[in-house]
């Protein structure tokens, strides 16, 4: 009872479900198990059968890909009330196109796709939230690929940031801090561009006043300021 107390209140918070009612927030909350994975740890890999979604409750995850020649492309920081690997509940049989990897000890609740897949024809208002999220998914993609086609390095790192801004951000005296729990080798892949090349950028901006670096961290020191340099100005 605790458990699913608890678990509605997580879930009120997926901006898939701010429409749901009640009702329907008891009844996802009831499909739910709780699922811990340390440090280190996945909740799923890629080309594993999407049996399950998740929501996170605690800690962070990242989501990545691995390329044919084993290199790793992170896709997005996962943080709590964030919903992630939910294609197996719109597409039965589907496959995880990407990995869900524990930044720190982490917390989700796990949801069995096809019983979230029965929930979702029997209450089909929830399935406008489902189809905004793989919409949005989609979009930040076509949006990458773009950036890596016709924008210089400078913008496409300014880009990440913002991205990583948006989804695991906080507001500080100094600026918006980001807490990096991955090297910059990952936030270079994130780029498209070598880790040499990031380092310099980031060195150039912190001399101008536009970020500050720290261990595992970063604070955007001058937001307007990055986003005139992601915009190319």
């Not at 496959?95 to 524990?102: G, H, R, S």
């Amino acid at each position: 009872m605790v458990h699913s107390a608890h678990f509605e209140n997580i879930i009120r918070r997926v901006a898939v479900f701010k429409t749901a009612s009640d009702e329907d927030v008891r009844a996802i909350a009831g499909l739910g198990i709780e699922r811990a994975v340390e440090e280190g740890g996945f909740f799923f890999l890629q080309g594993d059968r999407a049996d399950y979604l998740y929501i996170m409750l605690s800690g962070r995850a990242k989501l990545c890909q691995i390329g044919p020649d084993g290199q790793q492309v992170n896709l997005r920081t996962l943080t709590p009330s964030q919903l992630f690997g939910a294609i197996g509940a719109v597409q039965p049989g589907a496959v995880y196109p990407a990995c869900a990897q524990a930044l720190e000890d982490s917390i989700a609740i796990a949801i069995e796709s096809a019983a979230f897949g029965r929930l979702l024809e029997a209450r089909p208002h929830l399935s406008f939230g489902m189809m905004k999220l793989m919409t949005g998914y989609i979009q930040e993609m076509q949006e990458r690929y773009r950036e890596l086609a016709t924008e210089r390095v400078e913008q496409r790192i300014a880009h990440v940031l913002l991205r990583l801004a948006g989804q695991s951000g906080k507001r500080v005296e100094e600026g918006v801090l980001i807490e990096l729990n991955f090297s910059r080798q990952e936030l270079a892949e994130m780029s498209g561009t070598t880790l040499y090349t990031v380092s310099r950028t980031l060195s150039a901006w912190e001399k101008q006043g536009i970020i500050a670096t720290g261990r595992e961290r970063v604070v955007i020191t001058n937001p307007h300021g990055l986003v005139r340099l992601a915009d190319g100005m």
